[in-house]
């Protein structure tokens, strides 16, 4: 009995495996799809000309490679430009991690941690809008902000901020140092001389509490903390928060959907989701998803399938599906998407 499962498993799994496409796979004629091009309300204003001793009258002439060469080449330039509308929007949505010291400071006023009982009720209502303002646009919620004077001139303030925080239910502490100046730009016209307000940090700390996240992050904290870059940390933390509750929305989800099939967490790294067959457990299938910041404050995903197998069942696996399993895992997620191809492949394990 158990060695008619075993070979059911192999079939099966490799007939959900080898459903997917390939890369080489032509969806459909080359002739359909430039004349759906071309009648596309968004893409019809690009003109795409095909051969006219063909396509028209559904003869099986192709059309000529210049054309072709042609379309593709519009399509890669339009989309850079959308990559490059994409990046202006980026820069433009997180222009609002650009914290004042002000900002602190009244932020610190208002959960009545600076020792100041001198705002008025308008005072802490404009406050609060600007906090609320603040996490609607970042997700970034600030739960404590204490800022204390270290030295104070008529030219310069050195202040320690500390801030707590959380972003998608990750908590994070920073504690900075930072030198504020006044600089006079001149005008030879007095009174349009102005005054600028300038502040530098100098020292940075960065901590965050959960032992897993400090692992995937913990060289960007570390070049964050040397150049003393706070506002790419809270961006690239922002991101990578997302992705976090992303994962741990997924995971949850099998382990919900599949009780008997998928274990979270191995060894409490959570980036790891295993899963077998309920009954026979002589292959077990490791998805890794691995969640990284990169030095410009990006983050990138990367997915990976490992299988384990007894000797037993690899003197039976006669195909070598399970060494072929992760390269054909790579595909089912560029094709699918990873949420996709994992649940493909645990309904076909559980299934059989």
């Known amino acids: 009995m ?24 032509v969806p459909e004629p080359i ?20 051969s006219t001793a063909g396509n028209v009258n559904g003869n099986s002439s192709p059309p000529n490679r210049q054309t072709v060469g042609s379309c593709k080449a519009e399509i890669l330039r339009l989309e850079d430009e959308i990559a490059q509308l994409e990046d202006v929007l980026f820069q433009e949505e997180f222009k609002v991690l650009e914290i004042p010291t002000t900002t602190l400071e009244e932020i610190g006023e208002f959960y009545g941690i600076n020792e100041s009982d001198s705002a008025t009720a308008g005072e802490e209502e404009t406050i609060l809008k600007k906090v609320q303002l603040q996490e609607a646009f970042t997700g970034i919620r600030f739960d404590d902000v204490i800022s204390r004077v270290l030295e104070q001139t008529p030219e310069r303030t050195v202040r320690v901020q500390t801030i707590d ?19 006079t730009e001149k005008s030879t016209i007095p009174a349009l001389a102005e005054q600028e307000h300038r502040a ?18 913990n060289a960007f904290i570390s070049q964050m903390t040397q150049s003393c870059s706070l506002q ?98 790579q595909k089912m997620i560029k094709l699918r998407g990873i949420e996709r191809a ?6 076909a394990v559980s299934s059989y």
């Open 165 to 183: 925080g959380a972003c998608s239910d990750l908590e994070f502490k920073v504690k900075f140092e930072v030198i504020e100046t006044e600089v």
């Open 31 to 50: 002739e359909t799809y430039l004349k759906r091009v071309t009648e596309h309300p968004v893409l019809s204003s690009t003109r795409i000309e095909t």
């Open 232 to 329: 790419p940390f809270l961006r690239g933390f922002q991101q990578y928060s997302g992705k976090f509750s992303e994962r741990k929305k997924a995971y949850n989800h099998f382990a919900k959907t599949y009780p008997g099939c998928v274990t979270l967490y191995p060894n409490n790294d959570l980036s790891i989701l295993q899963f077998f067959h309920p009954v026979q457990r002589g292959i077990v299938y490791t998805v890794t998803w691995l969640i990284q910041i990169t030095p410009h404050s990006n983050v990138e995903e990367n997915f990976s399938l490992d299988v384990f197998a007894t000797e037993q069942m690899q003197r039976r696996d006669r195909r070598n599906i399970l060494d072929k399993a992760p390269e054909k895992f």
């Open 2 to 25: 158990s060695s008619e499962v075993d070979i059911d498993a192999f079939s099966t799994v490799s007939r959900a495996i080898d459903d997917f496409p390939s890369e080489n796979d």
């Open 342 to 347: 994992v649940d493909t492949l645990i309904q």
């Open 200 to 217: 530098q940090i100098t020292k940075l700390e960065i901590s965050v509490d959960h032992v897993w996240v400090r692992n995937d992050i």
